[in-house]
Structure formats: C-alpha cells, structure tokens
C-alpha cells in the first residue's frame, strides 16, 4: 500500500459519516445546526483514527515516514479539537435561532442531559490533553508517565464521545452510522491492545541479551545485543527499533533507537546511544547478561531497494548510527554506487568509528568528510557545521550529485537547514529521506 492510497482511505474514513449523514435523508435544520453536527462528526472520527496514527503501525510509518506520521498526529489532534470546540458553541450561538418548540433549550438539554454530560467531559478533557501534549517539554514529568496518561486519556475521551454521539447525537443514532462509530471505536481499543499487550506478549517469545557496552566517545555508548534463543531481527539497515532493557515488555519502558548495525553484520544488533535523560544517562553501567526487549523495525531510512546512482550521507552527531547501518549493508552488499558520507560534530572527540570510517574511506568510492565546528589547533579537516554553504561547496566539486540520494540524520536544526538547502539546489524531494531523533 503506498503513501497516496493511505491518505485516500484515511480521507474515506474520517468523511464516511459526513456522507452518511448527508445521506440519511432527515429534514434539514438550520445552516448552524448541520455546521455544528457536521464539526462533531468529524472531530469524532478523526479522534477515532489517531489512535492508528500513534506511530506504532508499520504499514502507515513506513509509507508516510515517522516524522510525518506524528507530525500529522499532532496537527490532526489540533483540527479535531477546533472542531470539537465549535460544535457546542454553534448550537447555542445567538446567530442560531432556537427551535419554535424549544425557544428556551431547555427541552433539548432534559432529554439529551446523559449525552451532554459525557460530551462535556470528553470536550474538557480532550482541550487539556491536546493542551498537555503541546506543552509536554515545558512540564518536569517523566516520558513514562505523559505516554500512560496520553493513552488512557485518549481511550477515556473516546468512550465518552462514543456515549455522547449514540445518546445526543441527531445523526449518530441511525443504524448505519450506530455500527460506524462502534467499529471504530473497537479498532481505536484494539489498536492499544496490539502496541501495549499483543506486541509486548511477541517480545517475550523473542528476547534479547545484552552482549556489552563500551563507550564511543564523551556520553556516548555503544550498545550490543545478542539474540536468545531464536534467529534475530529481519530489518533493513538504517531502520529502528523501540528497545527495553531490563524492564518487562508490558512496562512503558521503551526507547526509539536507530539500528547502527547491518543486517549482514551478523544477527546481533548494535546501537550507538548518546545520553540525554532518565534511561539514556543509564546506558553505560548497563550489565552485560542483563535482558532485553525490542520492537520493530520500524523508520523508512533505507537505502536498500533504491536506485540512485549514488549516495550522500548527512550525519550530526548521534545521527550517524543508522548511516553506519547503511554504510556496513553497503560494504556486505558490494555495492559499488559512489557514496559520500558527511559527518559534523561539535567536537573531534565526539567522531564514533573514526577508525572504521577511515578504512571503509579507503574505497575509491567512498568519500569522507569531517566537520568540526569547535577544532583543535592540529584540525586540518573542515570546520563548521553541515549547512547549505558546505553542501554548495560538495555540489561545486562533484556536480553529478543532484541526482544521487540524500540521507539526513542528525539534531532538527541541521536537517531542516540541510533539507532546505538541498532544495534550493534543485535537488527533487523525493530524493531527499530524513530522519529526526525526535518521536512527539
Ligand atoms: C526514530 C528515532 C531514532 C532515534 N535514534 C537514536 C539513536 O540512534 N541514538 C540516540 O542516542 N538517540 C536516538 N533517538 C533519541 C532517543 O530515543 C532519546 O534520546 C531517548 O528516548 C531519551 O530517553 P531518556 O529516558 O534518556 O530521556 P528522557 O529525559 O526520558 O527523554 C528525553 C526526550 O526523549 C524523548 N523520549 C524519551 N522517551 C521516549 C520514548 N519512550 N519514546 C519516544 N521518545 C522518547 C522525548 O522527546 C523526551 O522528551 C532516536 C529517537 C527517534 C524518535
């Protein structure tokens, strides 16, 4: 399934009970009400559907991209609460004349008051957990405890929009649409069912073992696993996996980390995980012995399968883990396509495999380039940082570049800037693949 038919049936399903309204045949009412119930609807069913667009589904985040995905989450969680902040308001606005038979509305709320109440608590709580998802980096609470409260919130809100729209709802209440909202309803609960009991119960039947962990550079480790009792993970190099180490499955405890190793390395996975926060700062004490668990793959990184005549590599720091990936299943591979891998760090320190990468640099098609932007008086590579000035300085030096593919891996500014320049040096997006370290 590709990217464009995704959208056409994530387009036919949060519309499907406009039309079945618009099909129902009842009298019409005034222009407000039908605009009222018409925001209802659609901020129900695009709230119903977020609950597969949560990242954990490969069929969408492979196709569409992991920052698309959860950026599209976000932004569609923002129209829906816009809409579901309308729909009362529309009702009741002093431009909407009330019925002749409920001049006062007061009939309206006796009969519908069990509808209203679950509609009014799910409108409260869907503005306060859009509003703390927006405002997730600036509260002091644990990843763990947002993520729990993130998806029980959205389930508590589903099931009271459910009540809300079968008990008040003027359209909700015919047959066709009563099995529309059920069913949707029960894949929003069956979606976390899968990410939370079904995939952890997988994991457990394919555990892993950690084979060590030895450092990389200032805050940063390289993480082995070696698989226990069953033949490894099937990935493409550059994908990621989400990883738990030393927790159970059915816990929270789990992490986005990028593969650095290669399918062809071996069935052991390798990470390379650059400190930040709670789990992260643990990593290097990590014993070896100590069990693991991970989900995936997952990312659309990858460089398999396509059929650019070359390849240019940007990594920022932690970055390079999957361009190691990619780097490594290239070597395996034979894969004789030039390759220009462009690596910038703060420091000279902080180069993971400098060793590695100077021998696999030592292929006539591979190309190497280190930026440093803080150098050490004895630096003699480039200084600076990845940014439009030394991709139009690469492009002047190699010019048949504008047709290779682009692979960005780093912090957000530098992808963004990189991204940008690319483009404004013609080069087509659908050459251009990203990845941000950055999940919500
Ligand atoms: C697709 C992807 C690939 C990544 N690959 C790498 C890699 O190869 N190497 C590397 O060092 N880092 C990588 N990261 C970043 C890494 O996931 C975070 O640094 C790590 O999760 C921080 O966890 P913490 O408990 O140490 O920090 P915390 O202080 O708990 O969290 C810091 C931030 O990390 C993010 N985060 C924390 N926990 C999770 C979680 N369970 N799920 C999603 N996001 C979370 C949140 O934005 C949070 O604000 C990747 C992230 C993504 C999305």
């Known amino acids: 399934m590709n990217a464009r038919v995704l959208i056409i049936l994530y387009l036919g399903v949060v519309l499907l009970p406009l039309g ?26 695009i ?20 920052d698309m995905t959860m950026r599209f989450h976000q932004l569609i969680a923002r129209t829906a609460l816009l809409l ?10 002093p431009f909407n004349p009330p019925y ?27 503005a306060t957990l859009v509003a703390l998802g927006m405002a997730r980096r600036q509260l002091d609470h644990r990843y763990e405890t947002w993520r729990l409260m993130h998806g029980l919130g959205a389930l508590l809100i589903a099931g009271l929009l459910l009540d809300h729209s079968l008990v008040a709802g003027r359209y909700s209440q ?42 990389l550079g200032p805050r940063t480790w390289e993480l082995t696993l070696d698989p226990e009792g069953h033949d490894g993970l099937t990935f ?54 100590t069990r693991a668990h991970v989900d995936g793959p997952y990312g659309h990184l990858v460089v398999s399968g396509r059929p650019d005549p070359g390849i240019v590599l940007l990594a920022g720091g932690v970055g390079i883990a999957p361009m190691m990936g990619i780097l490594r299943e290239l070597r ?27 021998e696999m640099a030592e292929d006539p098609e591979m190309t190497l380039v280190h930026v440093v932007s803080e150098p050490p008086a004895d630096w003699t590579g480039r200084t600076g940082v990845v940014d439009g000035a030394l991709l139009k300085e690469l492009f002047a030096e190699t010019p048949a570049m504008r047709d290779w593919l682009f692979v960005i891996c780093g912090p957000p ?3 963004e800037g990189a991204e940008k320049a690319l483009i404004d040096l013609g080069v087509p997006r659908n050459q251009i693949e990203s990845e941000r370290f950055q999940y919500d």
């Open 174 to 215: 015919d047959p066709a649409m009563v099995y529309l909202w059920t069913g949707l309803f029960a894949v929003a609960v069956l979606s976390l069912a899968y990410v939370y009991i079904l995939k952890p119960f997988q994991q457990t039947r394919r555990p892993w073992t950690v084979r060590g962990v030895r450092p």
């Open 100 to 126: 002749v038979w409920d001049w006062s509305r007061q009939l309206t709320l006796y009969f519908e008051a069990e509808g209203l109440i679950t509609g009014t608590v799910a409108w409260l709580l869907l």
């Open 236 to 289: 493409d190099a550059g994908q990621f996996v989400w990883l738990n180490v030393g927790s159970s499955p059915f816990s929270v405890y789990e992490n986005p980390f990028s593969l650095s190793s290669a399918p062809g390395d071996g069935p052991h996975l390798q990470f390379v995980i650059k400190e930040l926060g709670d789990f992260t700062r643990t990593v290097g004490s990590i014993a070896p012995g």
């Open 47 to 66: 709230i119903l559907v977020e609950f597969v667009l949560s990242g954990r589904f490969r069929t969408v985040s492979r196709r569409l991209g992991m």
């Open 84 to 93: 579901a902040l309308l729909h009362p308001f529309l009702y009741l606005a």
């Open 413 to 415: 500014a530098m992808i």
């Open 332 to 358: 395996h591979r034979g894969d004789g396509r030039p390759r220009l891998l462009v690596y910038g760090n703060r420091i000279a320190e902080q180069i993971a495999y400098a060793d590695e990468l100077a």
């Open 20 to 45: 079945l309204a618009a099909a129902s045949g009842r009298p019409p009412r005034s222009f407000w009400d039908e605009l009222a119930s018409g925001a209802g609807l659609l901020a129900f069913a």
